[in-house]
């Protein structure tokens, strides 16, 4: 049986891991805030605010009329946020995506299975060697 070159698998592992995020989505909301936040307690949330910018916040909370939490960002921490709702012109919860999820699957393995298949093909199949 040949090997495959290193790079194959290099290149088989990359499309592996790059699916990793396709399995979710986010969904816009239609529930009165406070009913998403309080009894939907979703882990985290998308914040669009009026001006077009999305904020991320983990462990929302209502505090009045204003969407609290820990605003998620590249950095060491997150930073606590309070956004008034009258700054706010969507919430979205992130939420299991099925279609993405069979994508995420199939194209990487489509993708493996073609190099892999071109890679016979140069070498001149399986059988090619003597035994």
């Known amino acids: 049986m040949p090997s495959l070159p290193s790079r194959v698998v290099a290149v ?20 009165p805030p ?3 936040i ?6 985290t949330l998308r914040v669009t ?14 505090s009045g009329d204003t969407v609290v939490g820990d605003r998620l960002k590249r950095g060491p ?15 979205a919860t992130s939420e299991f995506s ?9 194209v990487p393995v489509a993708g493996i299975l ?9 070498s001149g199949g399986w059988g090619s060697g003597s035994y």
Not at 12 to 31: E, H, M, N, Q, Y
Not at 38 to 43: H, K, N, V, Y
Not at 98 to 106: D, S
Not at 114 to 122: M, V, Y
């Open 114 to 122: 073609a190099i892999i298949g071109s890679q016979l093909e140069f």
């Open 12 to 31: 088989s592992l990359l499309l592996l891991t790059v699916p990793a995020s396709g399995c979710r989505a986010w969904r816009a909301s239609d529930a």
């Open 77 to 91: 921490a997150p930073v606590p946020i309070a956004i008034p709702m009258e700054r706010v012109s969507e919430l």
């Open 98 to 106: 099925g279609g993405r999820t069979v994508l995420a699957i199939l």
């Open 49 to 62: 605010q009026s001006n077009g910018d999305h904020v991320y916040l983990r462990a929302p909370a209502m």
């Open 38 to 43: 309080e009894e939907g307690r979703p882990a």
């Open 34 to 36: 406070r009913l998403l």
